[in-house]
């Protein structure tokens, strides 16, 4: 990490010390891309009636990546490699145990526990309080 340091004309505030800080730097803001757009988080953009006048460029998911790139829009495929994403009934308990019953009952996860995404809960450090994991057969002493 750097510090630097510079000077600004007082009389502008902080517009004055931003367009310094463009001066000095300046290759951080060149606009690395010519056809700038809208940005649509997860949803598909073809579902947007008249999506053509909303000038879409950029889109956050891994939904319909094909359509995105025959469009000319450039999609960053969003994960979440650290955690799974467990869909619970609406009548389900918001409990810690109702959950992790349903984690432990999914299939995949009762046949392979190290090689699907049920997994990540395991070795997420999910707990219940300080020092206390849900991991089976885990103790707060040894911090597992």
């Given amino acids: ?42 949803a598909k953009i073809s579902e947007v009636k008249g999506w053509q006048d909303f000038g879409f460029r950029f889109k956050e998911g891994n939904n319909e990546t094909r359509w995105d790139d025959e469009h000319d829009i450039i999609t960053f495929r969003y994960t979440e490699p650290m955690t799974w994403w467990m869909s619970m009934p609406k009548e389900m308990p918001r409990t810690l145990e109702r959950p992790s019953r349903r984690r432990n009952a999914w299939p ?3 046949r392979t526990p190290r090689l699907c995404s049920p997994a990540a809960i395991m070795t997420s450090r999910a707990s219940s309080s300080p020092g206390c994991s849900t991991r089976p057969g885990a103790t707060a002493r040894s911090g597992a």
Avoid at 10 to 31: D, H, I, V
């Fill in 1 to 42: 990490m750097r510090f630097r340091r510079f000077t600004f004309d007082p009389k502008w505030q902080f517009r004055g010390a931003l367009s310094r800080f463009y001066e000095l730097f300046p290759e951080q803001f060149r606009t690395r891309i010519e056809r700038q757009g809208l940005w649509m988080p997860f």
């Fill in 108 to 110: 995949a996860f009762a």
